[in-house]
C-alpha cells in the first residue's frame, strides 16, 4: 500500500499566524483522517532524498523549498 507524505503548517510561526478558525477546520479534517486510518504525526527535520539518473540515492539535510522571504540561502529578500 503506498503512503502519502504531506506538509502541514510550515514552521511554528507560521502556525500560530493561522487563525483560529483556519486551525480548527484543519485539526477537524485531521482528526477525520485519523478515524479513517491516517497515520499522522510530527516529522523531524527536514531531508531531500534524490536519484538523479537512477544513478544512487543522495541525501542533503534542509527543506525542498523555502519561502523567498526566510531562505537561508538567498543573501537578499525577493
Known amino acids: 500500500m503506498p503512503k502519502f507524505i504531506t506538509i502541514g503548517y510550515g514552521d511554528r510561526e507560521g ?4 487563525s483560529a ?3 480548527s477546520r484543519a ?3 485531521d482528526a477525520s483522517l485519523k478515524r479513517q486510518g491516517a ?3 510530527i516529522a523531524g527535520s527536514p531531508i531531500q532524498v534524490r ?3 537512477g544513478l544512487g540515492i543522495k541525501t542533503q539535510a ?3 523549498m523555502a519561502s523567498p ?3 537561508r ?3 537578499h529578500r525577493r
Open 62 to 64: 534542509g527543506p525542498f
Open 69 to 71: 522571504s526566510h531562505c
Open 21 to 23: 478558525h483556519v486551525l
Open 73 to 75: 540561502l538567498c543573501r
Open 51 to 53: 536519484n538523479p539518473e
Open 15 to 18: 502556525y500560530e499566524r493561522t
Open 27 to 29: 485539526h477537524a479534517h
Open 39 to 41: 497515520v499522522i504525526g
